[in-house]
């Protein structure tokens, strides 16, 4: 379930000479962009500055320069906020529909072709029918939608639109898309999946691909480009034309964890009869709640992907903050308040489970020495509307309920030099269902873990889980799934 122990932070402190080469480089780029976009109206402070004698030109650029490497490097931001391209974030979200559209009518099996041949009729039929719940599959309902609402997102962040607005294009891309884009009715579970879920996505997209584009260190090569087009690319299209859009704010400490190793996972709710599957698991790290102020969403987030152990992608979760204020600070203790956004596909014997969700939580921090601290982390969490399997739904391609919930997760952890040596977390969450079986559900993880260093960046763990499902229901018997799990695995700590 929704974890709210983040991975282990890992600082990677960066030199003040490397923030000046990317002030510099971005005091060039607000200068000359505005000259390179086709029809792209300024408003007097982008702009090239003519009538004005070279001399003057270049000393007001040297106090520029000299005013944003005077800012702490997670604060340094863009000389100005970019110009918001509402249009042009209208025209691209709309292109992104066209685009699915032309796909599913060119290689869908023709029997399916159908369901995309739409007219004005098929959407007002649609407009007059209003919402349903869908019969989809679990992947593509709760993985393929969030992914295609990231798009519609950037669509937004790529045309100058903040984190809130860039929300409003993926609201408006499922619309559209429910609407117009097909002749199945239009699909409330969808607009959950694709709004919220493609805003996180989105934003992390966003802010990965941010990092390739403009790395801290040199420029960015054919490899980052890739890698920045394959997160983002609808930015990577339209900021050939418009003015980038880059975060407010790139945090000191980045981290990631790449982790190599076979789960055993039990059979009858034991690890009696327990099978080996190879496991890969890349965790990511962007910020740190305790170290930095809270500015803007998603300045702090985590993530984490798990592919393996029996199955394609095993999990995929997300967690950024919206806010968060200090309680506390001291020379030992640090205390903070957060709401949190978060997104989650998982996938085990016990029970899959996908959805958006809201947190509220309260971090802690308590210093044990000059390289080692504990954490400790506990909170609510507010679900809108999530889908977890149950035994007695046959809805065509459905075997998992839908319906909206609520509960709580406490972990901890131990840290040594950026490696949690030890950690434990618990989740609990309840969904009550609106369709599907017409039942309940309680959800609960656990999860222990211990990690030992080998060399500078090579590491190796273990760790056990349990995950266990209780459905209750009202003309059906009861169930109750417990599926525990080991892991040995090596870690290599990426910088």
Not at 29 to 54: C, F
Not at 440 to 454: C, D, K, M, S, T
Request: aromatic share 10%.
């Amino acid at each position: 379930m929704m974890d709210l122990c983040p991975p282990p932070e890992h600082p990677r402190q960066q030199s003040r000479s490397a923030w000046k080469t990317l002030v510099t480089c971005t005091l060039a780029l607000a200068l000359i962009a505005p000259g390179l976009a086709a029809a792209q109206e300024t408003d007097g402070t982008n702009g090239p500055a003519s009538g004005l004698l070279v001399d003057k030109t270049i000393e007001r650029a040297v106090q520029r320069a000299l005013a944003a490497t005077s800012v702490e490097p997670a604060q340094s931001s863009r000389p100005s906020p970019p110009d918001k391209r509402w249009g042009h974030a209208v025209l691209a979200t709309t292109m992104v529909n066209v685009a699915f559209s032309l796909g599913n009518l060119a290689f869908r099996p023709a029997e399916e072709r159908y369901e995309f041949k739409v007219t004005p009729a098929t959407w007002w039929d649609n407009l007059k029918y209003g919402f349903v719940f869908d019969d989809n599959t679990f992947q593509v309902n709760q993985f393929g939608h969030p992914y295609q609402g990231n798009l519609y997102f950037n669509a937004g962040r790529a045309n100058g639109l903040n984190y809130w607005e860039s929300g409003l294009m993926s609201a408006l891309g499922r619309v559209m898309w429910e609407c117009c884009g097909e002749t199945a009715r239009m699909s409330i579970n969808d607009f959950f999946a694709t709004s919220l879920g493609g805003m996180v996505v989105g934003e992390v997209f966003h802010r990965l691909a941010a990092l390739a584009r403009n790395p801290k260190e040199g420029e960015a090569g054919t490899g980052a480009k890739i890698t920045a087009m394959a997160f983002d690319p609808i930015g990577a299209v339209a900021n050939r034309k418009a003015n980038d859009n880059p975060p407010a704010s790139v945090p000191d400490e980045l981290g990631s964890n790449l982790r190599l190793g076979s789960v055993w996972r039990g059979a009858g709710g034991t690890l009696s009869e327990a099978k080996a599957y190879p496991e890969l698991e890349f965790d990511f790290q962007y910020g740190n709640t305790f170290n930095q102020e809270s500015r803007e969403p998603f300045d702090v987030f985590w993530s984490r992907l798990r592919l393996g152990g029996g199955g394609g992608i095993s999990e995929f979760m997300i967690q950024g903050r919206l806010a968060g204020w200090h309680l506390r600070d001291s020379t030992s203790t640090a205390i903070r308040i957060e709401v949190d956004q978060g997104f989650e596909y998982i996938s085990n014997p016990a029970y899959v489970f996908g959805g958006q969700a809201v947190f509220v939580s309260l971090p802690l921090r308590r210093k044990l020495s000059d390289t080692a601290s504990f954490t400790l982390s506990s909170g609510g969490i507010i679900l809108p509307l999530g889908a977890i399997s149950a035994e007695y739904v046959n809805i065509n391609q459905r075997n998992y309920d839908y319906g909206p919930g609520g509960g709580g997760t406490v972990s901890s952890q131990v840290i040594r030099r950026g490696l949690a040596v030890l950690s434990a977390a618990y989740t609990v969450l309840a969904i009550n269902t609106v369709n599907g079986s017409g039942g309940a559900h309680v959800a609960q993880a656990f999860a222990a873990e211990g990690n030992v260093p080998l060399f500078k960046k090579l590491g190796a763990g273990a760790s056990y889980r349990l995950f266990q499902r209780n459905s209750f229901y009202v003309s059906e018997p009861d169930t109750f799934t417990r599926y525990p799990e080991t892991r040995v695995y090596l870690i290599w700590r990426l910088k």
